[in-house]
Nanobody
Framework: VQLQASGGGSVQAGGSLRLSCTAS????????MGWYRQAPGKERVLVTD???????NYESSVKGRFTISRDNAKNTIALQMNNLKPEDTAVYYC??????????????WGQGTQVTVSS
């Protein structure tokens, strides 16, 4: 399974950015999709995820500002980030959970994309 992420960049506080990620390859069933982020000197943390049924989950600091969406037909997710704050600065990683035909869970990560928010 390969993950291709795009988007990111640098904005001023209050600005917006959009990330997208597409999964490709040998996929039996794509379960969860989402985004983690890792700020300098900190652990990687879950920002948001979405099920195939479009149920969403958000880390508390991004609720109301970030919106995740999913296109099951294209194995793609997007993350719309509004009202960005300097504390959102991090490397954002696309993440997917794939279930194999034998019922095994496999996690995959994208290469990471930098988001920088200046004050």
């Amino acid at each position: 399974v390969q993950l291709q992420a795009s988007g990111g960049g640098s904005v001023q506080a209050g600005g917006s950015l959009r990330l997208s990620c597409t999964a490709s390859g040998s996929i039996f069933m794509l379960n969860l999709m989402g985004w983690y982020r890792q700020a300098p000197g900190k652990e990687r943390v879950l920002v948001t995820d979405i099920t195939s049924g479009h149920e969403t989950n958000y880390e508390s600091s991004v609720k109301g500002r970030f919106t995740i969406s999913r296109d099951n037909a294209k194995n793609t997710i997007a993350l719309q980030m509004n009202n960005l704050k300097p504390e959102d600065t991090a490397v954002y990683y696309c993440w997917v959970v794939v279930m194999t035909s034998r019922g095994r869970r496999e996690d995959y990560w994208g290469q990471g994309t930098q988001v920088t928010v200046s004050s």
